[in-house]
């Protein structure tokens, strides 16, 4: 609510309350309020959620905006921007808009987010205007799981249809490197595994022959000089052929014990 005086040679009348319905858009007070910044040329982000405005106003001296957030919304139409020439993200995100427009000048613009609105066809992503923006690399007009999406999203060859017009994308609906990897087919795929998981496998050591089946381990007593050192290293080598052959037939009984728990397992997932 404003305060507003009678005009001049009208003195000794009343004083007149107006009141300011920012509905419509947004006001002075309506950003120093929300950014503690009196100065609005020091304003480098705002945030104006959920508020009900119905178009984008009121932004003429914030000329150092960085990042603007008008999430939740009931804007129709991208205008507004024309003195913001320095925003970098603009947060458009569940509106009503239906058509990209007024940003053609945003030459510094990193990233646009339109989750949530009515754009409808291919048309209205203005795909040559929005290839005339040299920093853009970011664009969501739907979420990485697909939800919140524009009916464009839907529409067959969406995805090429933008890469093709905006090759520098690195960033597309969530998507990163989205020109090298196909999310989709990812996540189809991994449903499909999902849905169908392939039996386990069952892991299984071959038995192991002793590698000394036959053979007379014991050394023949020959009595001459060097024995007794010789019978010691024979006796040591007898042992660590003895460990492993202990190893294997332990390793094969865990492997069994692993098989045995696995297939327990699905059957409780089946179950």
């Known amino acids: ?17 107006a ?47 960085v990042e603007l957030n008008l999430t939740g919304n009931q804007i129709s139409k991208i205008e507004g921007l024309e003195l913001t020439v320095n925003l ?9 808009i239906t058509a990209i427009d007024g940003i053609c000048h945003l030459s510094r613009l990193e990233g646009l ?25 970011c664009l969501y007009l739907q979420n990485l799981d697909r939800s919140a999406p524009n009916a464009v999203c839907r529409t067959p060859g969406y995805k090429a249809a933008v890469l093709k017009a905006l090759p520098n994308l690195t960033n597309l609906d969530g998507e990163r490197s989205p020109a090298a990897l196909n999310y989709a087919e990812l996540a189809a795929e991994f449903e499909a595994i999902r849905a169908n998981p ?6 299984a050591v071959p038995d192991v022959v002793s590698w000394f089946t036959g053979v007379d381990k014991e050394v023949p007593m ?16 007898v042992k660590v052929i003895d460990e492993c052959e202990m190893l294997v037939r332990v ?14 397992k699905k059957s409780e997932t089946v179950a």
Not at 222 to 237: D, N, R, T, V
């Open 1 to 17: 609510m404003s305060v507003r005086r009678p005009s001049r040679g009208s003195a000794d009348g009343p004083t007149v309350l």
């Open 19 to 65: 009141r300011t319905n920012s509905l419509t858009g947004l006001t002075d007070d309506d950003i120093k309020s929300a950014t503690q910044r009196f100065d609005l040329e020091i304003v480098f982000k705002f945030s104006w959620i959920n508020k009900g405005i119905l178009r984008i106003s009121g932004l003429e001296k914030c000329i150092n905006l």
């Open 88 to 96: 970098q993200r603009l947060i458009l995100t569940s509106n009503k």
């Open 113 to 137: 987010w339109l989750q949530d609105n009515r754009l409808a066809a291919l048309e209205s992503l203005a795909l040559p205007q929005l290839a005339q923006l040299p920093s853009l690399h």
């Open 198 to 203: 392939p039996a386990p496998k069952q892991w």
């Open 222 to 237: 020959g009595g001459g000089p060097g024995e007794a050192a010789l019978q010691q290293q024979h006796a040591k080598l």
């Open 251 to 264: 390793l094969g009984e865990e492997v069994a014990k692993f098989n045995r728990q696995t297939l327990d």
